[in-house]
């Protein structure tokens, strides 16, 4: 049998199984909390993605609508290019006439 000094210990490896139990379950507890932490994380990060790609989409094309209006002007006065012309001219030659 168990003599007087083992009797005393007892507690304490009783008190050392109950405390790595408590430590057990707290691990688990926390490695479930970091898991849902995790995919909320990852749900963020890919609603952020999914905004940040639609401003770059917008911007760009906006970007474009600039550059294609610029265009458009430029066509237009290089079109009308004979009419500034002929104003041009008909300037010169009242000045030069008159």
């Known amino acids: 049998m168990l003599d007087e000094k083992e009797m005393e210990e007892m507690p304490i490896w009783q008190d050392h199984e109950r405390r790595i139990t408590t430590l057990e379950n ?3 507890t926390f ?3 970091v898991d849902g932490v995790e995919k909320t994380i990852k749900d963020q990060g890919d609603k952020q993605e999914k905004l940040l790609n639609n ?3 917008h911007h760009l094309s906006t ?3 600039r550059i294609s ?3 458009q002007v430029i066509l ?3 079109g009308a290019g004979s009419i500034v012309t002929g104003l ?3 300037i010169t030659q009242l000045i030069q006439g008159g």
């Open 26 to 28: 707290t691990f688990t």
């Open 31 to 33: 490695s479930s909390k």
């Open 55 to 57: 401003l770059i989409d």
């Open 63 to 65: 970007k474009k609508m």
């Open 69 to 71: 209006k610029f265009w």
């Open 76 to 78: 237009n006065l290089t």
């Open 88 to 90: 041009i001219y008909a």
